[in-house]
């Protein structure tokens, strides 16, 4: 684990519990925002039409998926609008970009022209807090919980530990949002570096 979180007492939560957990705690933001940190380069979303779609070739197809729930995304960011609170994304992007992350980037153009802001950081800007390994993917939701997502070896959601140490809460979220300051935002880095790839191919057999 990665010396953001070395020595912290989590609680190991499976996918359902967590996910009820993080509804209640999400929707109950008073402060701070939520502030989300996404390191690995390469996940596998199998409950999402549009990268089953991305996975098995069909581009256009996955485009087209994603561009269909747009409407989706505003009422979600329209609702966080109403809560008052900020929805904030670092995404780390390390080139050349992997084929899921040009397809993940394409789905966060969309969240960030609907309001979830999200600002991309090179691996060298953050390569001097890697020292014992890459920055764990986590997430802080007000001062009440910072979440840590676990992946398996196929890059799926295995399970999620849950944090309430309010000192350790308030040390992610400042670092998160002290990337964000100095990361460029993803409507720049899309233009430049993700609008003029071709279309990747099929990704996976079955």
């Not at 991305?54 to 979600?76: H, I, K």
């Not at 900020?86 to 397809?103: C, D, F, G, K, N």
């Not at 969240?111 to 060298?124: A, H, N, T």
């Amino acid at each position: 684990m990665n010396d953001l979180l070395a020595g912290a007492s989590g609680e190991r939560m499976d996918l359902d519990t967590y996910y009820g957990d993080f509804e209640k705690n999400f929707w109950g933001i008073k402060e701070l925002g939520f502030w989300k940190l996404e390191r690995q380069q390469v996940f596998r979303e199998p409950e999402y039409d549009s990268w089953v779609a991305f996975a098995q070739g069909d581009w256009a197809e996955s485009m087209r998926l994603l561009e269909a729930g747009r409407a989706d995304m505003e009422a979600y960011h329209r609702k966080v609008a109403e809560h008052r609170f900020v929805a904030a994304r670092v995404r780390v992007v390390e080139e050349p970009i992997s084929a899921y992350l040009q397809w993940e980037l394409n789905a966060l153009r969309i969240r960030d022209e609907c309001g979830g802001s999200v600002r991309i950081i090179r691996p060298s800007q953050i390569s001097r807090f890697e020292t014992s390994g890459p920055l764990p993917e986590i997430y802080t939701l007000g001062r009440r919980v910072l979440y840590e997502a676990v992946y398996d070896e196929e890059g799926v959601l295995d399970f999620v530990m849950r944090y309430l140490d309010r000192d350790l809460i308030m040390r992610c979220q400042r670092f998160i949002a002290d990337l964000y300051e100095v990361g460029e935002p993803l409507k720049h880095y899309f233009g430049r570096r993700v609008a003029p790839l071709p279309p990747p191919g099929r990704q996976y057999q079955h």
